[in-house]
Structures are given as C-alpha cells and as structure tokens.
C-alpha cells in the first residue's frame, strides 16, 4: 500500500473523529450539532479496505461538504455584522473565520484530488 493512500485515509480518518469529537462536545453542552466530517470515517475505513464504491461515496460526501461550506462562508461574510464569529470559544473577526474555513476547504479539495491519482487507481483495482 502507498504512502499516499495510506496519508489520504488516515487524514479522512483524522477528520471524521475531529467531527465526531466536535458533535460529541456539543451533545454534553444539549446542543444538536450534526458535523458532516463524521460520515469521512466508514469512507476512510472503506477506502482502506480498497472497495471501488468507496470513491463514489467519497465523492459525494465531498461534495456535500462543498455546498455546506462555500454556503457557510457566504453567510459568514454576507451577515458578518449581525452575527459574532466565534472559533473553539475565542471572539474572532468574521475575515479570519472566513479565511479559516477557505483553509479547511482547500485541503479537502486537496484530499479529494488524491482520490484520482494513479496510486488510488492501483489500490482500488486490487
């Protein structure tokens, strides 16, 4: 197994249980938090396992993500003076928030990319 394709799962492994940490933390606070990083778990186990359906569904649950984060940043930056920004507790400016989330959102792209490369398509042929 490549050193990529081991990288690409676990760093979707590291993802989902950061979410799931994150809707675990706000369930103790009685707060429903749904995080869609949570469904990146069973993909990174399955991507693992080197099914070929893995990468459909990976695709998917990407680009969910997408469309739930360019829409968090536009509500971010449209309504910034109505509503505070806050990052792990701390009050942060609406830009830094912003910039924090585009961060996040082009290392998923960057995981989602690794998904097409040829050492994936040998590790899911197998």
Sequence with gaps: MSKRVVFTCLALLFIGLAATAESLSGLSRNTVNFN????????????????????????????ITYVAQAL???TLLAFRH????????????????????????????????MLYTDVFDEHLER
Excluded: C, E, H
């Design 72 to 74: 968090g940043i536009y």
């Design 36 to 63: 869609l990083g949570m469904l990146f778990i069973p993909i990174s186990i399955i991507l693992l396992m080197g099914w070929k359906s893995a990468r459909t569904a990976a695709g998917v649950v990407f680009a």
């Design 82 to 113: 109505a509503m505070p920004a806050t990052l792990a507790g701390m009050q942060v400016s609406a830009d830094f928030l912003a910039i924090y989330m585009v961060m996040y959102l082009a290392f998923l792209v960057y995981l989602n990319w």
